[in-house]
Nanobody
Framework: QVQLVESGGGLVQPGGSLRLSCAAS????????MGWYRQAPGKERELVAR???????NYADSVKGRFTISRDNAKNTVYLQMNSLKPEDTAVYYC?????????WGQGTQVTVSS
């Protein structure tokens, strides 16, 4: 079984920054994809960014140039650096790992961008 523990959410003013972290534990194989999704009230969950163990990345168009995903494979940890935050970035952010043909999810962390 795989467990994901997120941290780093909170309240920030527009234009501010936050860094999310997610540590995976359990049976983790070296070949996997780790990433972040978000869900705003009344909307479907959407991809924010994801990164393969080899370093390939995908970003949602809405966050390109503002968010950066990174990972430490030795620690099975993925990070999301979020800069120039906007009110529309407000959502619950979920960590995800895709390994051995299965998706695993964290409990979610709230990010609120408001003045």
């Amino acid at each position: 079984q795989v467990q994901l523990v997120e941290s780093g959410g909170g309240l920030v003013q527009p234009g501010g920054s936050l860094r999310l972290s997610c540590a995976a534990s359990g049976i983790i194989f070296s070949t996997n994809v780790m990433g972040w999704y978000r869900q705003a009230p009344g909307k479907e969950r959407e991809l924010v960014a994801r990164m393969t163990d080899g370093g390939d990345t995908n970003y949602a168009d809405s966050v390109k140039g503002r968010f950066t995903i990174s990972r430490d494979n030795a620690k099975n940890t993925v990070y999301l650096q979020m800069n120039s935050l906007k009110p529309e970035d407000t959502a619950v952010y979920y960590c995800n790992i895709y390994v051995l043909f299965r998706d695993y999810w964290g409990q979610g962390t709230q990010v609120t961008v408001s003045s």
